[in-house]
């Protein structure tokens, strides 16, 4: 099995669209056997699915994520697990383990023209409509 994690500076990256790193774990019987940082390349949001269909990825663990994105993997066949926050080994073997249920598309407002251009660094779309 591979897995893909947004990845930023250790962590899981808040928003799927705009991750500029995946980490990419392969899994062998329940364990990680190879890790690799790799850069998107410039690819953004439904770009990335196919991105990771030919990196072969068959789980993506991150942020925030849309509904465009999620059908747009869904058609890779690759499973998602939405809402992840945290160091992104510590993600891995809680995915592994079976710790960690996906919140789904968390980031609603994508669609009708809008686009997450207009976010901040720390901002999350998991945190609209929410007071910070």
Known sequence: MRIAVTYENGGVFA???HTA???IYDVEDGKTVREAVTPTMG???GALAEFLKLLQVD???CGGIGQG???ALAEQNIAVTAGVSGEA???VQRYLAGQLVSSGANCSHHG???SCSHHEEGHSCSHHGKKE
Request: proline residues 0%.
């Open 69 to 71: 994105a999620m059908n």
């Open 112 to 114: 009708a023209g809008h």
């Open 15 to 17: 928003h799927f669209g």
């Open 43 to 45: 690819y953004g949001h």
């Open 89 to 91: 080994d510590v993600a």
């Open 21 to 23: 790193f995946f980490k």
């Open 59 to 61: 789980v993506l663990l």
